[in-house]
């Protein structure tokens, strides 16, 4: 098949390109070679290249950014998306849409499933299940894949923050306001992989199992890299961060389970996977 990966240079993208180029014919396209908040240029090079499934990637996923710049969130995560999927349906291609659990409030005390009411909490989330629904309302072809807590093979990811911390500082300070399910981009785009074979187009929930604190996290990343430093344990207010995060957004994956026939490995075995490729792979 012949996909156009969107946002091919990002932490996913970059995944997405090497996983799905195992079996597919990979057309790597960034900012460079198309912009998606330029609907005429969208629809254009779509049309002349006619993929036969678009992947959409691309994103401004930094959340105090999103605040501050509302309208830039807005036009990549919702009008962005919205041109790809017209793209998508003028080219007669199939569509795959990366979306976030940050769509939900974090106020369940339940795992939230493909029917869970989204509440988003700050305007990356509004933005990006604006840039959901639209996907889904403009292309029936549309796989919408709900993720969480990414980390994958570009520097500064969050196990590389860990370590890094680690070298300068000899501590790493994490707070433990949030649980959530870290997801290596690796497994995700096997799963992505796997559902675009099925033909069954709608929502997923595809996070890796289980769930963990920023804390939790980072001691066992340090464990897994042989390392001694400590993890201390910060408050949220002293990040000074000023985007509302949920505070428990846990994902139920039952549905990719049932309708991939695979369940993702835990954020556990993605850590350990991370560091075994991080050589071949780089950071
Ligand atoms: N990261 C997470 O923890 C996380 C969690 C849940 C869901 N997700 C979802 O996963 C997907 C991938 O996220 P990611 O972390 O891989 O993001 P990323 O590393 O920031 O990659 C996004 C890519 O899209 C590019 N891009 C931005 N604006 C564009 C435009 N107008 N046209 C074309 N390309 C554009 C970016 O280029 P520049 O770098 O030059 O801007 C970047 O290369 C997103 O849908 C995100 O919402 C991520």
Redesign the pocket.
Same mark, same amino acid.
């Given at each position: 098949m012949k996909i156009a990966v969107? #946002?091919a240079? #990002?932490?996913? #993208?970059r995944e997405l390109c090497r996983v799905l180029g195992s079996r597919h014919q990979i057309l790597a396209w !960034?900012?460079e070679e198309? !912009?998606?908040?330029d609907r005429p240029g969208t629809l254009e090079i779509l049309s002349a290249e006619q993929p036969e499934l678009i992947v959409n990637?691309? @994103?401004? @996923?930094d959340l105090e950014g999103c605040e501050t710049n509302p309208d830039k969130a807005w036009q990549?995560n919702a009008v962005?998306a919205q041109n790809l999927a017209l793209a998508a349906q003028q080219a007669r291609s199939a569509l795959v849409y990366?979306s +976030? !659990?940050y769509i939900f409030d974090g106020k369940s005390e339940t795992d939230y499933d493909e029917v869970s009411q989204p509440n988003p909490l700050n305007q990356y989330g509004r933005s990006?299940l604006a840039g959901e629904r639209l996907s889904l309302q403009i292309c029936p072809r549309t796989y919408a894949v709900r +993720?969480?807590?990414?980390f994958g093979h +570009?520097p500064n990811n969050y196990v590389e923050r860990v370590l890094k911390a680690a070298d300068t500082e000899g501590v790493v300070r994490m707070p433990v306001d949030q649980l959530e399910s870290p997801t290596y981009t690796g497994h995700l785009s096997e799963a992505i992989l796997r559902l675009i074979d099925t033909g069954a187009y709608g929502i997923y929930n595809v996070t890796g199992l289980g769930a963990c604190t920023r804390a939790g996290f980072a001691q066992y990343v340090l464990q897994q890299a042989d390392r001694s430093e400590p993890v201390e344990i910060v408050e949220a207010v002293a990040l000074k961060r000023f985007a509302k995060r949920p505070v428990r957004s846990v994902l139920d994956c039952r549905l990719y389970q049932l309708v991939a026939g695979h369940t993702l490995p835990d954020w556990q075995q993605g850590i350990r996977d991370y560091l075994a490729n991080a050589s071949r792979l780089g950071n």
């Open positions: 969107i #946002g240079k #990002g932490m996913l #993208g !960034d900012i198309i !912009d998606i908040t990637s691309a @994103v401004f @996923v990549i962005g990366v +976030t !659990d990006k +993720t969480a807590w990414l +570009t």
